[in-house]
């Protein structure tokens, strides 16, 4: 099982929908969660930091339930620009004492909003 | 400011080659991860350096590896080449260290060098 899953997609959705990515994660002694941005050919961008109370930021959600190792990221209101490739990122390093900033990524969703 | 930038951008090899690859990070962050992102794949680790020593490693083998300068750059090597290797490489600089709370380690991309073997 790999350590990050996501929906292999791709997303087509119509500008104005709303659209949800899902994503599962193997290691229970995960730290911390992020959803991360990716244009073609370009470097991934942090989108939000997931938190366990659920998070918002404009139009997009993102929820985190640790019981069930699940991740998700909700767009509402999708726009010509949010077509991008959305990675799910989670962080396996050690919250303190020593260790390593590392983060592991799945294999990201990709999302085309169509006009 | 100027965020974290890599060169070269492009890269052809033949197989059996040796490669070096350079990273300077954003001002004032110590830390730097290197990850190789293979087409259609999310990026993998392979190195993080803090304080110029190695932190934490991927499942990369030997022909890889990586320095951190005083400067707080740092330079990824990949010895004997091989087609598999061909993939874009980014580099990452963060403030710190350890995983920190939610929203202050935040670690930032480099546009990456596309490294194609031949």
């Known amino acids: 099982r790999k350590e990050v899953e996501q929906d292999p997609g791709p997303f087509n959705v119509p500008e104005g929908a709303t659209v949800a990515f899902n994503c599962t994660y193997s290691?229970?002694?995960?730290?911390?969660f992020f959803w991360y941005r990716q244009d073609c050919r370009k470097e991934p961008k942090l989108l939000m930091s997931?938190?366990?109370s659920g998070n918002e930021d404009g139009r997009f959600t993102a929820q985190l339930n640790r019981a069930s190792q699940y991740i998700s990221l909700l767009i509402r209101d999708s726009k010509l620009s949010d077509s991008a490739t959305y990675l799910c990122v989670v962080n396996r390093g050690w919250y303190s004492g020593a260790g390593s900033y590392q983060l592991t990524f799945g294999k990201g969703t990709k999302l085309s909003v169509i006009p | 400011d100027a965020g974290v930038t890599q060169s070269p951008t492009h890269l052809i090899k033949t197989r059996g080659q040796h490669v070096t690859l350079r990273c300077s990070p954003i001002?004032?962050?110590?830390?730097v991860s290197w990850y190789q992102q293979v087409l259609g794949q999310g990026p993998q680790f392979i190195f993080q350096?803090?304080?110029?020593?190695?932190?934490g490693r991927g499942n990369f083998p030997d022909r890889f590896s990586a320095r951190q300068f005083p400067n707080y750059s740092s330079e990824l090597n990949v010895n004997a080449l091989l087609l598999g290797d061909s993939a874009l490489y980014l580099c990452a600089s963060s403030l710190r260290r350890l995983a920190g709370g939610p929203g202050n380690n935040e670690q930032f991309f480099g546009p990456g060098t596309r490294l194609t073997v031949l």
């Open positions: 290691n229970s002694a995960s730290q911390s």
């Open positions: 350096y803090y304080e110029k020593e190695e932190r």
């Open positions: 001002s004032g962050h110590k830390s």
């Open positions: 997931v938190y366990s």
